[in-house]
T-cell receptor, first 111, second 115 residues
Framework: KQEVTQIPAALSVPEGENLVLNCSFT??????LQWFRQDPGKGLTSLLL?????REQTSGRLNASLDKSSGRSTLYIAASQPGDSATYLC??????????FGDGTTLTVKP | DAGVIQSPRHEVTEMGQEVTLRCKPI?????LFWYRQTMMRGLELLIY????????DSGMPEDRFSAKMPNASFSTLKIQPSEPRDSAVYFC?????????????FGSGTRLTVV
């Protein structure tokens, strides 16, 4: 059974800092990995999707990497802003369309 | 496309009442998922459909919960009778079966409070 872990559970940084969020998974036989953002009281917004054949994806200040062999993905946020404050979840999809979600990292960017 | 549409956004009901949550997936997406999110248990998959057929309902808590997908553009999640422990945010998500390029799109959720 796939298990997805996100450490740390919470992170607080000053504005402008570059930061990395971590996601690890136990079964490397994955189709893709998707990073989501969730604001308080809101739904999940997709940020980036990395296919199993890819190593990374970039969107603006966000860069996500995938290392299947080690069962790890990272989400890099450059020049963090207070508006980046949210919970970030990773989801790993395997052969069927079900995804396994991590519990998320709650990020606070202080002005 | 308007995205995944869920209704209602908020629902407050008394214990024992029937609750029906609704979802309209993105047109062309052939997989639909119902999730429940609580502080204690995080995001839990309740059931998912592929081409309107329930594939895995192992996450449905008990017989009080039922889900249907009568056509490709509509699904319901019903709780009867509702209990206070059912209070949570219920999300619907859809995806298109395109192999490794498929990803999830979530609705805004229904916040259910059972008093």
């Amino acid at each position: 059974k796939q298990e997805v872990t996100q450490i740390p559970a919470a992170l607080s940084v000053p504005e402008g800092e570059n930061l990395v969020l971590n996601c690890s998974f136990t079964d490397s036989a994955i189709y893709n990995l998707q990073w989501f953002r969730q604001d308080p009281g809101k739904g999940l917004t997709s940020l980036l999707l990395i296919q199993s054949s890819q190593r990374e994806q970039t969107s603006g200040r966000l860069n996500a990497s995938l290392d299947k062999s080690s069962g790890r993905s990272t989400l890099y946020i450059a020049a963090s802003q207070p508006g980046d404050s949210a919970t970030y979840l990773c989801a790993v999809m395997q052969a069927d369309p079900k995804s396994t979600f991590g519990d998320g990292t709650t990020l606070t960017v202080k002005p | 496309d308007a995205g995944v549409i869920q209704s209602p956004r908020h629902e407050v009901t008394e214990m024992g009442q029937e609750v029906t949550l609704r979802c309209k997936p993105i047109s062309g997406h052939n997989s639909l998922f119902w999730y429940r999110q609580t502080m204690m248990r995080g995001l839990e998959l309740l059931i998912y459909f592929n081409n309107n057929v329930p594939i895995d309902d192992s996450g449905m808590p008990e017989d009080r919960f039922s889900a249907k997908m009568p056509n490709a553009s509509f699904s319901t999640l019903k709780i009867q009778p509702s209990e206070p422990r059912d209070s949570a945010v219920y999300f619907c998500a859809s995806s298109a079966n395109r192999g490794s390029t498929m990803g999830y799109t979530f609705g805004s959720g229904t916040r259910l409070t059972v008093v």
